[in-house]
């Protein structure tokens, strides 16, 4: 079942989110966040796709900028502590809507996924102006985007959920970034200097 589990994790996600999506439409009226974080649930799916298979590679980049050589049970696996994630970012939004600090979180996750795949094209000295995954993360920034202008237009929450929503969300994505590294055998303590050194790499 375990083995199961880790060949199968991105298909395992990807019926999980679509079941979520699909409960969704079953209910009434709901909210404008409700309804971007149903969208964007969509979009979390459609990016993992585009990062790992159509037309993937993502994962590849990393592994090569740190020279490190990822089999494909270690990158199917990888998909495991992501689509935890990502299943969070959608339920547990679309839940408390109602949060301001809660719907904060997501809104920076897809501020975080679009400046990273758009960094990612200096980083890894991409030919084309492209990563795999760069246009569902855009995407994601768009309606992270509608999700801020909507809390700020109708004047919703305080300053501290325009504060912490955000740095809750940097230590989950902080702590998956180290899960995934260590599935590879990094530790995650040298990634910023590989990051360095990949930076100032020449093309």
Request: net charge neutral; glycine share 8%; aromatic share 12%.
């Amino acid at each position: 079942m375990i083995r199961f589990i880790k060949h199968y994790a991105l298909e395992i996600y990807t019926v999980l989110a679509m079941g979520f999506i699909v409960g969704t439409a079953m209910m009434g009226e709901l909210s404008v966040i409700q309804k971007l974080v149903v969208i964007d649930a969509f979009l979390f799916i459609l990016h993992e796709w585009e990062e790992s298979h159509y037309p993937g590679g993502f994962v590849e980049m990393v592994a090569g900028m740190i020279n490190v050589k990822v089999g494909d049970e270690t990158k199917r696996a990888s998909r495991i502590p992501a689509g935890i994630l990502l299943l969070l970012l959608s339920i547990v939004p679309f839940v408390f809507h109602d949060v301001v600090m809660i719907t904060m979180t997501v809104v920076t996750f897809g501020i975080i996924e679009g400046c990273v795949h758009t960094v990612g094209i200096r980083l890894f000295h991409r030919k084309s102006f492209y990563t795999p995954g760069m246009v569902t993360a855009w995407l994601e920034l768009v309606v992270s985007g509608l999700m801020l202008a909507w809390l700020i237009g109708n004047h919703l929450g305080q300053w501290y959920d325009y504060v912490f929503g955000p740095i809750i969300m940097i230590v989950f994505f902080g702590t998956l970034q180290k899960i995934m590294t260590l599935m590879v055998g990094i530790n995650y303590s040298d990634m910023p200097k590989m990051v360095r050194k990949q930076w100032k790499k020449k093309d």
